[in-house]
């Protein structure tokens, strides 16, 4: 079956530099969030699209921007990197409208240096 | 408030052995799900089990069973006959409201659960 696709998987930055993330979810799934999880902590919520249209957002920093596209995958725009932005990014991935479970991409992994 | 809370930051479990990993949850909103993650040290987070809060039967798959106890906002999982396989950081996480509400999940800070041969 397929699933969460993200790339890339691993990217390294310097400082203030701009990366992009990516993120194609399970076809047919109308929602789309990115979580970030820095070394030892639990995923924290940053954003989320339903249906191309952001449907929530969380600690997202203003650095950050996302958006959603007519063909569902989603992208995690990120400028003037921090080190601190070094973290497992994911993406997952549900039907809204069909209720089900959130599945998630293997992560792209950001290391600022 | 923590809206979800996993008392365990690390167990031990025998192989062979059934193991729970405990999670507790707060939320006012009657309708939400819980679900557990598995995410071993290659870090990909591996959804195991959900539970939605009308669910009447505790979830099951396969060796990974979810004991849903509503009146007391409980939702441990349970794994039977553990494998050196299952040694990983388990998070439990909630989704709040359906249709228009919020759907954003909340995860706990997980609990590292090593199995020992």
């Known amino acids: 079956a397929a699933g969460v696709i993200q790339s890339p998987r691993h990217l390294i930055k310097e400082k203030r530099e701009t990366a992009t993330l990516k993120c194609y979810p399970i076809?047919?799934?109308?929602?789309v969030y990115w979580y970030q999880q820095g070394p030892g902590q639990d995923p924290q919520f940053l954003i989320s699209?339903?249906?191309?249209?952001?449907?929530d957002k969380g600690s997202i920093p203003d650095r950050f921007s996302a958006q959603q596209f007519s063909d569902y995958h989603s992208e995690l725009n990120m400028s003037s990197l921090e080190l601190g932005d070094s973290a497992l990014y994911f993406c997952?991935?549900?039907?809204?409208?069909?209720?089900?479970?959130?599945?998630f991409g293997q992560g792209t992994r950001l290391t600022v240096v | 408030a923590q809206k979800i809370t996993q008392t365990q930051p690390g167990m031990f479990v025998q192989e062979k052995e059934a193991v729970t990993l405990d999670c507790t949850y707060d939320?006012?909103?009657?309708?939400?799900?819980l679900f557990w993650y598995k995410q071993p040290s290659s870090g990909e987070m591996i959804f195991l089990i959900y539970?939605?809060?009308?669910?009447?039967q505790n979830a099951t798959e396969g060796r990974y069973s979810l004991n849903f106890q509503k009146a007391r906002k409980s939702a441990n999982l349970v794994i039977s006959a553990s494998q050196l396989g299952d040694s990983a950081m388990y998070f439990c996480?909630?989704?709040?409201?359906?249709?228009?509400?919020?759907?954003?999940?909340?995860f706990g800070k997980g609990t590292k659960l090593s199995v020992i041969p």
């Open positions: 939320t006012s909103d009657p309708s939400y799900g």
């Open positions: 699209f339903y249906e191309k249209m952001q449907s």
């Open positions: 996480a909630m989704r709040e409201g359906t249709g228009a509400g919020s759907y954003q999940l909340t």
């Open positions: 997952a991935s549900s039907s809204r409208r069909r209720n089900t479970e959130a599945f």
């Open positions: 076809p047919r799934h109308d929602t």
């Open positions: 539970q939605g809060s009308y669910d009447q």
